[in-house]
DNA sequence: TCACATTTGTCCGTATGTATC
DNA sequence: AGATACATACGGACAAATGTG
């Protein structure tokens, strides 16, 4: 928590909640409230801005589901600050396309467009640091299936790498919002080690081709990698009844 | 509302606000509750749930932000079933490109790689309404510009038209979540006809390629457009001081 | 113009649950 | 096990906005 007592400004206009989740956003903005910093006990909060405890809690939910706090009960809990509000983006992108009723289809189509731009930029552009975090990303995946887990994780991030190594912010955070939603909707079947491994083939394929600057070959691993994950996905029933985020 | 008592369920397991956020969100999606619905007032939802006025609003609060809902006060007020979820995410995606620090470059050459693809489908793709959807967006800015009104969001639905011509939706989401974000940027400085009536002239252009189905004409004016758009807000200060979205 | 009803917005006091020491 | 410091939740009250008669 910064030093000092007067970051928080008494409420005027608006809604006073709204007031309350606006101040501390742009404190997070500004670089006072930094990731992991802790945020005043919501009675304290109270009386710094001069509002009752329901009007700081409305001001907090905003936060929490904007990506911005994380909350935690109990002994030192509290509301700390988090690092990151990619991942409640990605819920609202899940419930925008439900509400959209979009297919399994259109989204592939825009994820292959978008990785094939992603492809093409990070053979030109990949450092040693990129080419060194794809391998321990397949390395890592290919421990976790010996193991006998599923690699999801580590594969979603394979892309992530792909996008960073793309060396366009922009681009990483569209393929996380996509992988979000693809995420969403493999939770809703059993998990399936084949696909994983083949996943994990293609990734090394794709690394391979990459580093040999072989664009042709690249281009179609990605093609038939990302076809055969939305041929996983097409037979999913759709049932709105399962996993809605918050 | 729908005329069933039960379809709010009391509460049990994690936090109760978020069980009640996820119920409604749950109906909506389930088409129980149509956008421009009614819900019940805070008191009555009380009641349904056997909760507390104040776990009611932080659940609403909850569905605010995701967009799902929108609150008015005062006599024949309430909560109201919204159409979409877009534009909430759109101000999340203005937080995210904050906190990552993006350059307007960088969100610019995403935008141009997306448009160019949807433009490429467009070309083949749409058909009579999208044309006239097109051709109706020109006039109402055109008309805009003469009655001395900034043409902004009519110019910023011509490339959503354009979007959905291009018959994926998904497109459509992407777009908007750019737009928002350019949107936000401009709000930062003072109108300019100049850039207005350009981008009019741009759009007029662009429509007529389509028709014409000159790829390369219209590819080469949407690259100088997006451009020119670029080089408009290339010269913006970065002021995290102004407007932030709840 | 003026009360009036309805509904959100806000406040206060109090009690309970929960995680850590 | 007990004390502590939080968030979570409840109930009752009044203020403010907004439309109606």
Do not use: C, W
């Not at 030192?76 to 990619?86: E, S, V």
């Not at 399994?104 to 990949?126: P, Q």
């Not at 690249?218 to 093609?223: C, G, K, R, V």
């Amino acid at each position: 928590m910064a030093k000092q007592k007067d970051i928080f400004i008494p409420i005027r206009g608006q809604r006073a909640f709204e007031e309350i989740a606006s101040q501390i956003k742009k404190l997070v903005f500004k670089g006072i409230l930094k990731p992991g910093e802790r945020l005043p006990s919501e009675m304290d909060l109270a009386g710094r801005f001069n509002v009752s405890r329901q009007t700081i809690r409305e001001g907090l939910r905003i936060l929490e589901l904007s990506g911005f706090i994380k909350v935690q009960k109990g002994y030192g809990g509290g509301t700390f600050i988090k690092d990151t509000t990619l991942n409640k983006m990605g819920d609202l992108f899940v419930d925008t396309l439900r509400l959209e009723k979009i297919t399994i289809e259109d989204l592939t189509v825009v994820r292959l467009e978008n990785e094939r731009i992603i492809l093409n930029y990070a053979i030109d552009l990949a450092d040693e640091k990129d080419i060194k975090a794809l391998h321990e990303n397949i390395l890592r995946a290919k421990a976790d299936l010996k193991k006998n887990k599923m690699a999801t994780a580590a594969n979603f991030e394979f892309h992530k790498l792909l996008a960073k190594a793309s060396k366009n912010n922009v681009r990483v955070i569209l393929v996380e919002l996509i992988l979000v939603a693809l995420s969403h909707m493999l939770s809703r079947r059993p998990p399936n080690f084949e696909t994983t491994r083949s996943a994990i083939e293609y990734h090394d394929k794709i690394l391979e081709a990459i580093i040999k600057k072989d664009r042709a070959a690249a281009m179609a691993l990605l093609e038939d990698h990302l076809k055969e994950v939305e041929h996983q996905l097409r037979t999913l029933p759709y049932d709105p009844e399962i996993s809605v985020a918050i």
